[in-house]
């Protein structure tokens, strides 16, 4: 990370900067810094053209980043860093913004973070030396923008929220410059910023204006890159824990997003039920504190429509790296235009959300937007006055962030009481070395111990150890243990929906036994770990003639299925294909396999409606498409339909199956993202390699049973139940599973056999974020029998 020794005192100095060592070099150059005078500071609109926030205009990637290298250049008050390479290859950069003076010591300030963070390492008199490390230190704000691409007005709010910190001589400001040192992401996702703004610009006069790109803006993930904070499969992702949290620790991470245009014109927290429960409640605490604050700042401002304790939950740690390492996270969600294009929005039609009426003043909505015109520009405003409102706090209050962070890590790291979780025993396994990886990169210590007794049960050398009393302790709790989501229905008993899903037990997920250990935790001395194999190495991967199917219409199933092949099987070759490729027909010609991945059954069918997207993107894959692809398998080809496009093919190609819980109402039967148990044919040859019992990730998922075929090819007995929920017993292993009966001995995997071919059936979805790794080989099998993933750990 580059520094500065600075001097506050001298106008203008020729100084040394030290950049970090790459992997080849350590460059050292010279950098002239100048005042931060507000006349030589340039404004945004001095490089790009246009103020942002107007209408209509979006910048490019190299312009923002061109528009931060010149505040580098012109402001002592910033420093600006290239922190690695996205997905796509584009810069992944970072401001820091604070006092000259400030700047000089980052390194010590750093230090100080640290050593708050685990208070282990203040040794004998902890509190006092505490004392006097808050009396010095600084609250660490990060500011992230841009993680959703399309809602492209925080990407843009964070170079005026920059100019004003570069620039500015008001009193807050200078305060803010003071008491914190800010982290600046201009955005998580660069790759997606050039992405909206190509489509935008093409579209741009069109009746297509301010509609989304017809790809994922991330390029594997799309939308579910802000699901990744606990997994940490994406680049974006490892670079921002890596080279930010884990180097900072800040106290405050201000996650800006824009949301809905016909709800509430700003969401702050606190955030609903439920709160995950390895949250310290010192985290509860801030984040309502801090986000009653700026809600009431910005009402007395003369802002409208904002909600607060509504909407969004704070339940997974996909979403909430901070949470579990000792900072508060504020999640800001301000409506949304037509990407940049202005949209008028009717009072009446505004609508309701979880907790609020933006109809009705409340205790959490007030005071009432009564509609009109809604532009970025005023996307713009609630953005950088929230954040001010925020760093104005984070400045007034430092002493108690600082406070409140030490007070996290030392309740962390105190040994745990008689009857309290000591710690996780985690069992050697097959996907031991991916799960500990994850762990460590979290700042998780992990023993291993050589062999040992622990609650009376002996286990083996190869076992790892995770102690309870560290800091970060409770981010591997909620990883270890099952989750249990509470049962919360509304006034009229229908269940309320999680903001995401309900579980995120990655042992479960990974298929890695883990036993908690409730007695003290006496271990020999550690034995340095030789490495922890994962399956290693591709075996023989037949041929390359397979396709994944991806629609118009991007589904973020598709992308992921794409990364799980390239990035953990890249012996498994494929070849997209979209709607007008299939509907050619002779497939057998071109593929073995093809893959459709999670998507719902009319998108998959029908894709845009007509009149939404440019002529040539409307349509699925019709009549043609479907024609086509039962030819396919007549001919001997394997069809494999993941999660909800199993009803896609149990509706087109009149399978002799029925889905138990398609339109059931949520009273009769929810499952919202939970790991289910089902039970193995282990003798078939999708089930080569798998264990009698496994897991199910299931959301919006069929449950499958044979039925008499009365009409049409085929017949029930050509139907191999491959995986089933268990008869007896409750399916759920972690999250919320409301309705167990009706899918109990009901089958969750089956493979049909249609002429020379076949269709095999996910009632799930066998490569869930990339983290369901239990269930891979059910996938690879289907669709390359033999190969072995190349998934290697550590």
């Not at 921002?240 to 809905?260: E, F, R, S, Y």
């Not at 009149?654 to 009769?668: A, C, E, Y």
Request: proline share 8%; aromatic share 8%; net charge neutral.
């Amino acid at each position: 990370m580059r520094t500065r020794i600075l001097a506050a005192a001298m106008s203008s100095l020729i100084v040394l900067s030290i950049l970090p060592a790459t992997d080849s070099f350590c460059q050292v150059r010279p950098v002239v810094t100048r005042p931060a005078a507000s006349g030589a500071v340039p404004a945004p609109e001095e490089v790009l053209g246009f103020r942002p926030g107007d209408d209509r205009k979006l910048a490019s990637w190299n312009q923002i980043v061109s528009y931060f290298e010149k505040l580098d250049r012109e402001s002592d008050r910033v420093q600006f860093q290239t922190l690695g390479h996205t997905t796509m290859n584009a810069r992944f950069v970072m401001a820091t913004i604070s006092t000259p003076e400030n700047l000089a010591r980052l390194d010590e300030y750093r230090s100080i973070q640290d050593r708050l963070a685990d208070p282990r390492r203040l040794g004998a008199n902890r509190d006092a030396k505490a004392r006097r490390l808050i009396a010095r230190g600084k609250t660490i704000v990060l500011i992230t923008c841009g993680i959703h691409s399309s809602e492209v007005g925080s990407t843009l709010s964070s170079m005026l929220i920059a100019y004003r910190l570069a620039s500015s001589n008001e009193p807050e400001v200078q305060n803010i410059l003071r008491n914190t040192i800010i982290l600046l992401v201009p955005s998580l996702n660069p790759d997606g910023v050039d992405i909206v703004k190509n489509w935008y610009d093409k579209t741009l006069g069109t009746p297509y204006e301010g509609t989304e790109p017809p790809e994922l803006y991330h390029k594997y993930v799309g939308h579910d890159n802000n699901r990744d904070w606990y997994a940490f499969t994406q680049e974006e992702t490892r670079i921002t824990v890596d080279k930010i949290h884990n180097v900072w620790h800040p106290q405050i991470v201000h996650d800006i997003h824009q949301q809905g245009a016909f709800g509430s014109r700003l969401f702050l927290p606190p955030y609903m039920q439920p709160v995950e429960p390895n949250v310290p409640k010192q985290i509860v605490a801030g984040y309502t504190e801090l986000g009653n604050w700026m809600a009431a700042e910005l009402r007395a401002k003369g802002f409208q429509g904002i909600t607060t304790n509504s909407t969004y939950d704070a339940w997974t740690p996909a979403r909430a790296y901070s949470h579990y390492h000792g900072g508060v996270r504020i999640l800001s969600e301000t409506a949304s235009a037509r990407i940049a294009t202005p949209i008028s929005v009717n009072f009446e039609d505004l609508r309701s959300r979880e907790g609020y009426d933006p109809q009705k003043v409340s205790d959490k909505f007030g005071p009432l937007w009564r509609g009109g015109e809604w532009r970025l520009r005023d996307i713009t405003n609630y953005m950088t006055s929230g954040a001010f409102a925020l760093l104005d706090h984070a400045a007034k209050n430092r002493e108690a962030w600082l406070q409140r962070f030490y007070e996290v890590g030392k309740e962390a790291v105190r040994p745990r009481r008689r009857g309290e979780l000591n710690g996780f025993v985690i069992q050697p396994a097959k996907n031991l070395g991916p799960l500990l990886d994850i762990l460590e990169r979290a700042q998780v210590k992990i023993d291993f111990p050589g062999a040992f007794t622990a609650d009376g049960r002996r286990y083996p050398q190869g076992t790892a150890v995770v102690r309870l009393a560290q800091p970060y302790g409770s981010f591997a709790k909620a990883l270890l243990e099952p989750q249990h989501y509470p049962d919360l229905r509304d006034a009229s008993g229908h269940p309320l929906p999680p903001y995401d899903v309900t579980a995120h037990t990655l042992s479960l997920l990974m298929g890695v036994p883990v036993q908690p250990v409730y007695a003290p935790l006496v271990l020999p001395k550690a034995i340095p770990e030789e490495g922890v194999g994962g399956n290693g190495g591709c075996g023989d991967a037949p041929g390359g003639r397979r396709a994944i199917y991806r629609s118009h219409a991007p589904s973020m199933d598709e992308g992921w299925t794409r990364w799980v092949l390239e990035k953990q099987a890249p012996c498994i070759y494929y070849t997209s294909v979209i709607d007008a490729e299939l509907g050619k027909g002779d497939l057998k010609e071109r593929f073995d396999t093809i893959i459709i991945p999670d998507q719902a059954p009319r998108t998959i069918l029908n894709g845009y409606r007509a009149g939404s997207m440019p002529p040539e993107l409307i349509g699925g894959l019709g009549e043609n498409g479907v024609k086509a692809l039962r030819q396919f398998v007549e001919d001997g080809g394997t069809l494999v339909l993941l999660n909800r496009a199993s009803n896609f093919a149990i509706e087109q190609f009149k399978l002799p199956l029925r889905d138990v819980v398609v339109g059931l109402p949520r009273t009769d039967f929810y499952v919202p993202g939970s790991i289910l148990r089902i039970e193995i044919d282990t003798k078939n040859s999708i089930a080569k390699g798998m264990p009698r019992e496994s897991i199910a990730w299931a959301e919006d998922s069929p449950a499958f049973e044979i039925i008499p075929k009365s009409s049409g090819e085929g017949s029930p007995d050509q139907v191999h139940v491959v995986a089933w929920y268990p008869k007896d017993g409750d399916p759920l292993l972690s999250g919320w599973l409301l309705g167990a009966n009706r899918i109990k001995g009901k089958a969750a995997l089956v493979e049909v056999m249609i002429g020379k071919g076949r269709m095999i059936l996910f009632g799930f979805r066998p490569q869930y974020r990339a983290q369901s790794l239990a269930t891979y080989p059910l996938f690879f099998n289907s669709i390359a029998p033999g190969v072995r993933p190349n998934i290697t750990g550590r």
